[in-house]
């Protein structure tokens, strides 16, 4: 039995011409493509950046009054005690 030809095009139906032709748009979602991940990685990294440092760099309000009923902390030396 003789095996079936593949109907499909391939380089080699292609005139010697045509071969290497790419247009502009081609090249674009080429580097885009084999860079993806390398770029998300970097927005992100920056996006966490700019969290950190607008975390540290804010002014920490003063200490307000302690809620009703509040003991406060328990010490070992109490000069309470007789």
Partial sequence: MPKKQKSGKSKSNYPIGKQGIKTATDEKNDFY?????????????????????????????????YPPNYN??????????N
Avoid: M
């Fill in 33 to 65: 493509n084999k860079h993806k991940s390398t770029i998300w990685t970097i927005i992100v990294i920056i996006i966490l950046a700019i969290f950190f440092i607008v975390n540290n760099t804010r002014d920490v309000p003063e200490h307000g009054p």
């Fill in 72 to 81: 406060g902390p328990k010490s070992l030396n109490n000069s309470d005690q």
